[in-house]
C-alpha cells in the first residue's frame, strides 16, 4: 500500500500564494506519477498537475498554468505545488494521487490522499 498526506493548505488573500505538500509512505516503487487535483463544492474533481517521478513529463491544466508549479524532492518521497497569484476561483480541497503515469483523468490514480483544504479571499 502507498499512503499519501498533504499539507499546506489555508486562508490566503487573491494574488497571495501558497505551498502544498504530499509526502509519500509504503510501497512508492509501486508507482510512477504523482498529481494534484482539486475538487471545489458541487463540481466535479478536477486536474491541476502532475509528473512523473522520474523526471520528464509535466502537465498543468489550461487554468493553472503559468501561476502554479509541481515539483519534488526524491530524498522526502515528497512532491510540492507552488500555488501563485491565487483566484477565488482557486479555491477548493486539494488532492494528491499517485500512479503508473503522468495521467490526467482521475481514475487513473491508484492512490489519493486525504484533501487539503485551500481557500482564497476576494
Known amino acids: 500500500q502507498v499512503q499519501l498526506v498533504e499539507s499546506g493548505g489555508g486562508l490566503v488573500q487573491a494574488g497571495g500564494s501558497l505551498r502544498l505538500s504530499c509526502a509519500a509512505s509504503g510501497r512508492t516503487f509501486s508507482f510512477s506519477a504523482m498529481g494534484w487535483f482539486r475538487q471545489a463544492p458541487g463540481k466535479e474533481r478536477e486536474f491541476v498537475a502532475t509528473?512523473?517521478?522520474?523526471?520528464?513529463?509535466?502537465y498543468y491544466a489550461d487554468s493553472v498554468k503559468g501561476r502554479f508549479t509541481i515539483s519534488k524532492d526524491n530524498a522526502k518521497n515528497t512532491v510540492y505545488l507552488q500555488m501563485n497569484s491565487l483566484k477565488p476561483e482557486d479555491t477548493a480541497v486539494y488532492y494528491c494521487a499517485a500512479g503508473f503515469a503522468a495521467e490526467l483523468l482521475p481514475w487513473k490514480y491508484d492512490y489519493w490522499g486525504q484533501g487539503t483544504q485551500v481557500t482564497v479571499s476576494s
Open positions: 509528473r512523473r517521478w522520474s523526471g520528464g513529463s509535466i
